[in-house]
């Protein structure tokens, strides 16, 4: 349904902006990696003059110092996208995500990963907010409803072929239909499953931390996660802590945040097994498939998670074709976007590997909700062992912000990709101009004069 | 030998400059992922004020769009670097590489990937090439002449530690020792050996190409490289027209820069045996670890290469650990400086694959000459299929110039890395504002406006 150039909208601006918050006065995102984070999102709104008042928002997580870079790269990609017909993009987004992916000079710069590839997946997030907004349907909502066929024409087939072939997607998409209308009603009514990693943040102490843990069992999350990884004694003490805190039905995942060697994270891993572990995330580097696959073979049962830091298909392809995974966990902002999305659920339902979205951050929680509703409705099938990452932070920027209830992440039904951020949020914390750091370095700056 | 902080010099800036040269006007450097590449240098100067007039240079090398985003990542890094002791980095530029990588919230936009990788390896060999000019060596002899238990404090082991450890690396250096001097004299009387790209970019007509292969074996060449993957007719035909001009005895490598799926580079690189390729080059995706071992062993004896694009050492480990190549090509650009290639060079040496670097571009011959000279000094002890690709591009930029005699590379005499540009040249070629960039926009502008 391509449109007719010159009567449609076009796209007329990208507009980005740094936006950064303080998240590293309260310690809330410690880990063994990250002992200071200040969530960040290079941020960006489509505009267009197509006359229906709406807008694609999307954004590239990061933690704070080299925001803008990002947000130079997202300027980078802005020639690609002003000038496009709304509807033609609107109806087929990977012809623009072939066109960022294939630039052949900002390639260089990749391909496919990193800060050019962040940015790639923030444009191209932005146009299926759009999308879903011009078609009136969550994200979720929006996908589950598409023909196979065209699902299978927004995935990139290229370097991902020998493990998955578009007939191969189609029918796991066809056989993913079966059952959808139940499943709809299951999800409106449940909504679904979360985890929180909320009480397990590493500079907490352990009575915060067993507060937390039991907090969360209140609430009805039957999945926590804590950190690990910095001093193998204080991790003992904090699972043990974790542990008595829950009880022995309570799953806790542990987040190393690729701390280690492949050698020191066997041996860690094992010495915490005694707390009955779910699984040990990031045990080593992202891009050590190799690493992932011996780690897994020697920590079973303790099951192996990552992907956060997963830079595209072809990596995550690796790790299911080399077993290196019983849990594949997507992130909305950090691979080629939506259409890159799509290729890594397929493949994992290829693989039959269980999706368990990394969240948190900024805009993470409210992103890939929809994609995780999408696999269950049109694709998995089931939510048995899949539960999305909660963080409760920093919600209240957004204008459609997630809604938790009982451990399940309850449906979107405002339409779009609930990427939205309030205006006064990004004018208070947009870097170093907004209101709040304007303050913040004047401040700075006093106390360096004085 | 630490410095004596206060009585030595600092860094007091690091100048950055977004230096493109306009070479798609000519087709230099076509190739079937790249048709028009205006090669580029996000270019940086570390000043001091030790007094001595010594300045550290370096750069990322790209291709144009997007070069103001790798300025921006190297403008990222400023903060570790200005006024640190000179004497003290100079003595360990490990502990600034610690610091590069290591930065919390810059690693999220990587981590070791990408943009912000390269802009890491910029600084880095900065730092090397003003520890090379203060000892008053080309850095292939600083590098050499330096203690085996020194190199090895200057190697990463994160993540690479299951693969090579530090004793390894150690007891590897000091091997490597054994007929050094004689290696020296055979290095200065003869050089190292070169093969050239010149006649193979994808522009140009078989009769050009057949021309340039026949300059190339007048010069002294013993191997050329073609570029392939856009038409297989058309690879076929030039092929053949190669292995005519050149004859049986002048090796022919083939390069595909990832344009292949994994079943379709079998095929294509099967198509073309009969023309006895020496190596096919980038087949697929420099990620595609597994998809490389699985190509190397259907298409041998054609050996299989790559690693310009590869991030990082983590994954040429893997590539070595999988028996995914039969040549290991380093660049000088692509990873975190002099410190990785330096992890990579002693992978390559433990798993017995020789080092054939990337090289062409802006620089990049002038920069990965001295680790090739420092392998055959050092580590490999040999040339044997050893070659440091050419491509007789953009040197006159340059204040040291590569020098190319009967097919090798002269070994350079002056102090440092190699790195630095004619400031004429900067100055000329500066992005958008140089007095050649000027003027073509004025011009541009002009045209629109009529």
Same mark, same amino acid.
């Given at each position: ?129 759009? $999308? %879903?907004?011009? !078609?009136?349907? &969550?994200?979720? #909502?929006?996908?589950? *409803? =598409?023909?196979?066929? @065209?699902? /299978? ?87 043990? $802590? %974790?542990?008595? !805190?829950?009880? &022995?039905?309570? #799953?806790?995942?542990? *987040? =190393?945040?690729?701390? @280690?060697? /492949? ?188």
């Amino acid at each position: 349904m391509p449109g007719t150039p010159g009567r449609t909208g076009r796209i007329t601006a990208v507009e980005t902006y740094d936006v950064r918050f303080p998240t590293s006065r309260d310690l809330d995102g410690s880990d063994a990696m990250n002992p200071d984070p200040d969530y960040s999102a290079a941020y960006l709104v489509l505009r267009t003059d197509a006359g229906d008042g709406l807008e694609g928002h999307g954004f590239s997580f990061t933690i704070g110092r080299g925001n803008e870079v990002q947000v130079a790269a997202i300027n980078a990609l802005r020639a690609h996208v002003v000038g496009r017909s709304v509807t033609e993009l609107c109806a087929d987004p990977a012809s623009l995500n072939r066109d960022l992916v294939g630039d052949s000079q900002l390639r260089w710069l990749g391909p496919e990963k990193g800060v050019m590839h962040m940015a790639v997946g923030a444009v191209v997030n932005a146009v299926w907010d759009l $999308a %879903a907004k011009r !078609a009136g349907k &969550p994200l979720w #909502r929006f996908l589950a *409803d =598409a023909e196979p066929e @065209w699902l /299978v024409s927004q995935v990139d087939f290229r370097y991902i072929a020998d493990a998955l072939s578009p007939d191969q997607a189609l029918e796991l998409l066809r056989r993913g239909r079966a059952g959808r209308a139940e499943r709809e009603r299951e999800l409106l009514r449940r909504g679904y499953p979360a985890y929180t990693t909320s009480p397990g943040w590493l500079g907490y102490s352990d009575r915060k931390l067993t507060r937390l843990a039991r907090a969360a069992l209140a609430d009805g999350f039957t999945q926590i996660k804590l950190k690990v990884g910095a001093d193998l004694a204080d991790d003992i003490r904090r699972c043990r $802590a %974790a542990r008595a !805190a829950v009880g &022995p039905a309570v #799953r806790i995942a542990i *987040d =190393a945040n690729q701390r @280690w060697n /492949v050698t020191e994270a066997i041996a860690w891993t094992k010495a915490l097994a005694e707390f009955d572990p779910y699984w040990i995330e990031e045990p080593t580097s992202p891009d050590d498939i190799l690493g992932h696959a011996a780690i897994r073979a020697a920590v079973a049962p303790v099951r192996v998670a990552t992907g956060e830091h997963v830079q595209n298909r072809i990596v995550f392809k690796q790790l299911l074709q080399s077993g290196a995974l019983d849990v594949l966990q997507i992130d909305a902002a950090r691979v080629g976007g939506v259409n890159e999305n799509l290729a890594i659920l397929l493949l994992a339902a290829k693989f039959g590997v269980p999706v368990c979205p990394h969240a948190g951050g900024v805009g993470l929680c409210e992103l890939v909700q929809h994609l995780s509703m999408f696999d269950y409705l049109a694709l998995s099938g089931s939510t048995d062992d899949r539960v999305i990452e909660f963080v409760d932070h920093l919600h209240e920027h957004f204008v459609e912000p997630v809604r938790i209830h009982r451990g399940h992440y309850r449906a979107p039904r405002a339409p779009g990709f609930s990427a939205q951020m309030h205006p006064e949020s990004i004018a208070r914390y947009t870097y170093p101009d907004g209101g709040f750091w304007a303050a913040e370095l004047a401040l700075t700056a006093q106390e360096v004069s004085v």
